[in-house]
């Protein structure tokens, strides 16, 4: 079966699971006010995404287990805590839009102008929501680990790897507030905060699954590896599309990472590589919220002319081929359909750079 069909039939069940364990939540909400809260979170959750977090956890588990329905109610996790992180990182980075939406402290923000009729606070209100938005969120995820039908042992591990990585987010997230505000960031800086901040959540919703499966030692540390090396390619191609994407195919604005002056990949490699006329141009308009889009273009064109995109492309590459090399090396192998998954997945991961 094709790549494409495997990651939609699969995204078709989880979805399915996830409508269900959500409208659970909202038919127990106590007051209405908790199950407009309940329908937002639902509605944020459910606007899109290809749920390849919670699908990279069920091949992991059908990749070294037999295939069992029971898989899909934990998988559920790391979609959650994924959409958690979401809801904070919007606030933090005063993100209007996620998925072509609004993002959650936006819809709070406007909810509250409409229903008290002002505006003062409105803005307080939004980001209060959206804090405990991405709590309940986070929350509903150690529910779906808690009520599944594995054997108590795997679910606290399972729940002990869940903690585990939202500290690392925590830890990825404190290390990019920081490096965005250095003047100029390694290569390796980079790679160490994307670690962190993205590849730390496909490598442990892999490690969920295997563990989940009853996975080897040897198993879990090359899947592992793996998936450290195709989180830092997926977040050198997040990079690219956030600067030079499409934004009714990428649901965000694609000014927002310069206009926010984050460190991304692209910039690493321009500032390293700018000319003194260009440095001076890329420190006045990387952070500047009021740039106008004719000095936002020149970013992108440095981006071009230093070769920092090109360097940005195949660095990806580079890494998702690393990536497929060490998912070959695990031993024992996983079965054929997950490791097939896999190696898709990182051609996958790298080929919508383009």
């Not at 804090?131 to 108590?152: A, D, Q, R, V």
């Not at 960031?185 to 962190?196: I, P, S």
């Amino acid at each position: 079966m094709q790549f494409s069909q495997v990651v939609e039939d699969l995204s078709n069940k989880v979805n399915q699971v996830l409508v269900s364990f959500l409208d659970r939540k909202i038919a127990m909400a106590p007051f209405s006010y908790h199950r407009t809260y309940y329908l937002n979170i639902k509605e944020f959750i459910m606007r899109g995404g290809k749920r390849l977090r919670p699908i990279s956890l069920i091949q992991a588990y059908r990749g070294v287990a037999d295939s069992s329905e029971k898989i899909f109610l934990p998988s559920l996790s790391v979609e959650l805590l994924h959409n958690a992180t979401l809801i904070h990182d919007d606030i933090i980075d005063h993100d209007e839009l996620r998925r072509s939406g609004p993002t959650f402290h936006v819809t709070y923000r406007e909810w509250y102008k409409k229903e008290f009729m002002s505006s003062t606070k409105a803005e307080d209100f939004g980001n209060t929501m959206a804090i405990l938005g991405g709590n309940t969120t986070y929350n509903l995820g150690i529910e779906t680990l808690l009520s599944s039908k594995f054997p108590h042992k795997l679910i606290c591990e399972a729940i002990r790897l869940y903690q585990q990585v939202f500290q690392e987010l925590i830890d990825g997230v404190m290390y990019e507030s920081v490096i965005q505000r250095k003047e100029s960031v390694t290569l390796d800086e980079y790679l160490q905060m994307v670690k962190m901040k993205t590849s730390s959540l496909l490598e442990k919703s892999i490690q969920i699954g295997a563990v989940l499966g009853g996975a080897k030692a040897s198993q879990i540390k090359m899947l592992r590896e793996y998936a450290v090396l195709v989180g830092q390619s997926f977040q050198i191609q997040d990079d690219i599309l956030g600067t030079f994407g499409v934004e009714s195919d990428t649901g965000k604005p694609t000014d927002g990472d310069i206009k926010e002056g984050k460190k991304t990949v692209l910039v690493v490699h321009a500032l390293n590589n700018a000319s003194s006329n260009d440095l001076n141009i890329l420190k006045k308009v990387l952070g500047d919220s009021d740039a106008n889009p004719n000095d936002v273009e020149r970013v992108r064109e440095i981006f071009q002319e230093t070769g920092a995109l090109e360097k940005s492309k195949k660095l990806a590459l580079e890494l998702k081929e690393e990536a497929k090399k060490r998912l070959l090396k695990t031993k024992p192998p996983l079965k054929k359909e997950s490791q097939e998954f896999f190696l898709n997945l990182a051609d996958f991961v790298a080929s919508r750079i383009y």
